[in-house]
């Protein structure tokens, strides 16, 4: 068949899409089309790419028919969201150069449809699939909307306020330092150290972890991640000394160990590339959130002192700990392991779930274990999340005895230490948000480390006024608590199945080693200068190699 020839049909087969409903063409012929437009997308978006495709803006233009009109990518034909609407707004995205990565999304559908099942359903689900929009819009359908609503109600609250007391049991010891450091004879030094052991054995541990997790399911790991976290927490009110100190502190480790991974990798197998950033944002504001809350209820129960004979600082690790045994209950019956498990969505909701996560297009994907772990954006991002963990639990554990030494009492010291955290709880969402509408993550991440370092250089310039101080503090928060966010969305772009457990897990283990080195850093360096200057400016530098670093994926990540 002549060029001429084969556009003539080509051109009749994309009238027949745009002027006829595609829910009224036989199932058989529905797939042929999606399936050729698929492969005529690729071909065509590796001889163009980087020109305007200005002549899709008359197809854009032409009113489309039927309410089961296909949604294009922006750079074949338009958005057909209701019969003899014209869709001026992918008039704009048509005349944008093409991307090699839209074209191989198919120029008129988001994906390549899901042929793995056959027969009527398999059909149903290969056109929902064919009709995805494209990477990084927004259109969904009134079953898939419903379906994602129903997981984010059930999912997140849960796992959410589990995070909030996980992290702000890694944490409290920074509130219980205001007078456990007295009561049982620690020095800064000793302090920083075990405070930072925790993340010993959470590294020893984390790999193991998620393997475990991706053989026996989410529901029964994680819940048992919090019950035994709860317990050890609690017992560290019993610690007399700086071993039994340091003793508790690799058991937590030890406990927790997998529980941040387990999730990101959980949230990753329920919510799709479009939504999944504001998903995790919402899991991590737990994060500053466990210290806006955790704050002023550590004030209050430090306030305990001497009830039934146990000192404040005891009576605040009963009290973060003692709760994550109940919501460790409370997950092994709430939570299902897949989208395929869960009863209470319907089937047409299901349907909907699994079709938007198998149609998801990766960018080079890594399956396997070890394949995952010795990719060069693996070991890139293990390093950015290693800066910028240290200069989250440099800030978070010693903050409160930074502020303390304004001479505020425990109680306006919890207050206070809130604040900041409010304001960058707030800042992850926002930022969340808007990764999801640009899609640009990796410049996003180079831009919230730069903003950790500014932020920490800014608190030691301004150190003789509180208010200034600790507005430098909030900036560098911000910072720190938004990369968090956008972070963990890089990874999950290319690793799957066990590949995405371990490589996940691999990360997160070199990262966490950040959050021993970071309080051990600021504790040392405070013993040795006598004051909190130099291990401030230290974090400031290590924020700003997590910016060259974070930078550096541009080189490495071409579909973000």
């Known amino acids: 068949m002549s060029a001429s020839a084969a556009g003539r049909a080509t051109a009749c087969r994309r009238r027949e899409l745009t002027h006829q409903s595609v829910g009224e063409l036989p199932g058989d012929r529905q797939l042929a089309i999606a399936l050729e437009f698929f492969d005529r997308g690729a071909r065509l978006g590796a001889e163009n790419a980087g020109r305007p495709h200005r002549a899709v803006a008359e197809v854009a233009e032409r009113p489309l028919h039927g309410e089961h009109a296909p949604r294009g990518t922006g750079n074949e034909i338009g958005d057909g969201v209701a019969a003899g609407r014209s869709n001026r707004r992918d008039i704009a995205l048509a005349r944008r150069p093409l991307r090699y990565e839209d074209a191989v999304d198919g120029l008129l559908f988001g994906c390549r449809p899901n042929v793995r099942e056959q027969g009527p359903r398999g059909q149903h689900m290969a056109i929902v699939a064919a009709q995805r929009t494209a990477p990084g819009t927004t259109e969904l359908t009134a079953v898939e909307r419903r379906a994602l609503n129903k997981a984010a109600w059930r999912l997140l609250p849960l796992l959410t306020i589990a995070y909030l007391f996980n992290y702000f049991d890694r944490t409290v010891v920074g509130f219980a330092a205001l007078t456990m450091n007295r009561d049982i004879g620690l020095t800064s030094s000793q302090f920083g150290f075990g405070a930072g052991l925790l993340f010993i054995t959470y590294c020893l541990f984390e790999i193991p972890s998620n393997l475990v997790l991706y053989r026996v399911g989410p529901r029964r790991w994680l819940a048992r991640i919090m019950i035994t976290w709860g317990i050890i927490s609690a017992a560290t009110a019993f610690v007399v000394g700086p071993y039994s100190f340091y003793a508790a502190r690799l058991l937590l480790g030890a406990a927790e160990a997998g529980y941040f991974v387990g999730v990101t990798y959980y949230l990753s197998a329920w919510f799709p590339v479009q939504i999944r950033t504001r998903m995790l944002a919402w899991f991590l504001v737990g994060i500053p959130l466990s210290t806006v809350i955790g704050g002023p209820l550590a004030g209050l129960l430090l306030q305990l002192d001497g009830v039934w004979g146990f000192a404040g600082w005891q009576w605040l690790f009963f009290g973060v700990s003692l709760p994550c045994v109940a919501f460790g209950l409370i997950v092994y019956t709430v939570l299902s392991d897949r989208p395929q498990d869960a009863e209470w969505l319907a089937p047409d909701e299901r349907d909907a779930l699994v079709s938007m996560l198998t149609a998801e297009t990766r960018e080079r994907p890594k399956s396997e274990f070890w394949p995952a772990v010795r990719d060069p954006r693996v070991l890139v991002l293990a390093g950015v999340q290693f800066c910028f963990t240290l200069g989250s639990y440099g800030i978070g554990i010693w903050l409160p005895q930074i502020v303390k030494g304004y001479k505020f009492s425990n109680l306006e010291v919890s207050l206070i230490v809130a604040v900041p955290y409010l304001f960058a709880s707030a800042a992850m969402i926002v930022w969340a948000w808007h990764i999801d509408r640009t899609g640009k993550k990796v410049a996003n991440l180079a831009i919230t480390c730069f903003l950790g370092a500014v932020g920490l250089v800014a608190s030691v310039l301004l150190t003789g006024s509180l208010p200034a101080a600790l507005a430098g503090l909030t900036v560098a928060l911000v910072g720190v608590t938004s990369?968090?966010?956008?972070?963990?969305?890089?990874?999950?772009?290319?690793?799957?199945?066990?590949?995405?457990?371990?490589?996940?897990?691999?990360?997160?283990?070199?990262?966490?080693?950040?959050?021993?080195?970071?309080p051990s850093m600021m504790?040392?360096?405070?013993?040795?200068?006598?004051?909190?200057?130099?291990?401030?400016?230290?974090?400031?530098?290590?924020?700003?190699?997590?910016?060259?670093?974070?930078?550096?994926?541009?080189?490495?990540?071409?579909?973000e």
């Open 483 to 518: 990369a968090r966010a956008i972070f963990w969305n890089v990874p999950t772009r290319f690793l799957t199945g066990i590949g995405a457990a371990g490589g996940l897990a691999f990360i997160n283990t070199i990262g966490v080693f950040g959050g021993f080195v970071g």
């Open 523 to 559: 504790g040392w360096l405070k013993d040795w200068t006598g004051s909190f200057t130099v291990g401030l400016m230290a974090m400031a530098a290590i924020m700003l190699a997590a910016t060259l670093l974070a930078a550096s994926l541009k080189l490495l990540v071409k579909q």
